[in-house]
């Protein structure tokens, strides 16, 4: 594919409408085609041998993919991007490219929850010793670095939860010895936080969410800087991942209005969240960008803004008024994921971690779809009456 002609646009909303995009390269029509395809024919036995050319296999890139990867490469300011099938092969694929056995892998406590059981079963089962850490931890974890510590795996906010992480300083001390940070930024994307920018080496990101943003395509993003990217290349292509041309081209074109709907999102997000601070049923509101929240400094240094993602805490309530108030909801809808048009709702449990915070009542996680505030607020009041047993 030939690089995009445009000019280097500042505005978010500009490059997402041209990112990944060369009409010159395909008869000029606006968007790049779909391409089916496992077999790619060579025109002779030379460059068979070779394999001298753009295309060799379906797995390894196609004019969609390609596209989609060049998108994302502008927005992430990578060296490398690889599609994967989705967020959690996002996750595993560095981690399996940068591991090994004997290897010591340092990971927020705060990590979705598929991370932690790939990192407990798999990794643990490779003979990597796994260790989870304070996610508020910051420079600080300068005292668990070992001296076979290859991986610092970030989350920022956390799931759940919604700790800021401090990046630039846990990169700055994971880089003094030698490991390789990773983050994984699908709350954010890199519409409001660039993880290359800020010492990360390998930024990944479930495309599932934000990107496609329909509910309907499962798809995982993995961006590196020049330091990791033949790691990411080597990983992706000896675990034979790849995506269809059909999911990589809906991705593409959802992303066209990523920015957009982000700003919708967000905005009735924290106008929700305000609110829900001042209702006497919460005891507390899990959003970076309340001032409220412990991580509140952090998050306005870094980011350039929040998602459609936080927690309440339902005050003195235990699982029958978590169930009361979930099963009231009528706009929101039950069901895990998140980043689509659609507001969802489900609880949290957080039994597994490691550093332990006791919160003053049932924790619930609310992901803010496009839908109007006035229509969300008032399903939420409902729900919070009903808690009321």
Request: charged content about 20%; hydrophobic content about 40%; some cysteine.
């Amino acid at each position: 594919m030939t690089s995009n002609k445009h000019s280097n646009p500042s505005g978010i909303n500009t490059k997402l409408a041209h990112c990944g995009n060369n009409p010159a390269d395909y008869f000029g029509f606006v968007n790049p085609p779909v391409v089916h395809a496992s077999t790619v024919l060579f025109p002779d036995a030379k460059t068979l041998k070779s394999e001298n050319q753009r295309y060799t296999y379906g797995t390894h890139g196609t004019p969609t993919t390609d596209a989609l990867c060049e998108a994302i490469n502008m927005l992430e300011g990578a060296e490398k991007t690889v599609l994967v099938p989705s967020g959690l092969a996002a996750i595993t694929v560095p981690l399996l490219g940068v591991l090994a056995q004997g290897d010591h892998a340092l990971i927020a406590d705060s990590v979705y929850g598929p991370t932690r059981r790939f990192a407990n079963n798999m990794l643990r089962k490779m003979g990597v010793e796994v260790e989870y850490y304070d996610p508020t931890i910051g420079r600080a974890i300068e005292t668990l670095m070992k001296p076979n510590t290859k991986v610092v795996f970030t989350e920022s906010p956390g799931s759940n939860t919604f700790e800021i992480q401090d990046i630039p300083a846990i990169s700055s001390v994971a880089h003094a010895h030698g490991a390789v940070v990773l983050m994984d930024n699908t709350w954010a994307t890199p519409v409001n936080f660039k993880p290359l920018d800020h010492g990360v080496d390998i930024s990944i990101t479930a495309g599932t969410k934000y990107p496609a943003g329909h509910s309907d395509i499962l798809i995982g993003f993995i961006s590196a800087n020049e330091r990791t990217k033949r790691i990411v290349e080597d990983a992706h292509m000896f675990l034979g991942m790849s995506v269809s041309g059909d999911d990589a081209y809906n991705t593409l074109r959802s992303m066209r209005t990523m920015g957009i709907r982000l700003a919708h999102q967000s905005k009735t997000a924290l106008a929700l969240a305000q609110w829900l601070e001042t209702m006497p049923q919460v005891a507390e509101v899990l959003y970076p960008a309340l001032p409220s929240h412990k991580g509140h400094e952090i998050w306005k240094r870094d980011f350039k803004g929040a998602s459609s993602l936080f927690s309440i805490v339902l005050k003195g309530g235990g699982e029958k008024q978590a169930h009361a108030f979930l099963n009231a909801l009528k706009i929101f809808k039950l069901g895990y994921s998140w980043g689509g048009y659609e507001s969802l709702a489900v609880e949290v449990h957080l039994e597994d971690r490691v550093f332990k915070h006791q919160y003053l009542g049932s924790l619930l996680r609310l992901q803010i779809g496009i839908e109007d505030f006035d229509d969300l607020k008032a399903d939420l009041e409902q729900a919070l009456i009903a808690t009321k047993l």
